[in-house]
C-alpha cells in the first residue's frame, strides 16, 4: 500500500460562548502555500455525553509536507490559548493508504 500524504487530525473542547472568537481567531491565521485546514464541530453532543457547557471541535490539516501542516497547527494552538485549558489539543496524525483491488 502506498502513502499518500499525511494529515493532521486536532480536536478540544471550548465553551460555546467562545465559538465565535475563537473562530474568528483562526479564520484570521494565514495559511502557507498548499496548507488547507478545514473546522468541524461534533453534531451529535448530547450522545456523545459532551458536557452541555462545552462544545468539541476538529480542525483537519492537509495539503502540504507534514512540517507546514504542523507549524499551522502550532499557530492554530497559539491563536485559541485564550480559550483552551492547558494541554486541551489533541493531535493525531493519519497518512492516507492506497486501497486498490488487486
Known amino acids: ?15 460555546p460562548a467562545d465559538e465565535a472568537a475563537a473562530g474568528a481567531a483562526l479564520a484570521a491565521l494565514p495559511l502557507a502555500a498548499g496548507v488547507q485546514r478545514r473546522l468541524l464541530r461534533r453534531a451529535e453532543a448530547a450522545e456523545a455525553a459532551e458536557p452541555a457547557d462545552q462544545a468539541t471541535w476538529m480542525e483537519i490539516y492537509s ?40
Request: aromatic share 10%; glycine share 6%.
Open 1 to 15: 500500500m502506498k502513502a499518500l500524504g499525511t494529515e493532521l487530525y486536532v480536536y478540544y473542547q471550548l465553551s
Open 63 to 102: 495539503g502540504a509536507a507534514p512540517t507546514l501542516l504542523e507549524a499551522a497547527e502550532r499557530q492554530a494552538a497559539l491563536a485559541l490559548r485564550p480559550w483552551l485549558a492547558e494541554g486541551a489539543r489533541h493531535i493525531e496524525r493519519f497518512t492516507p493508504l492506497d486501497v486498490t483491488a488487486p
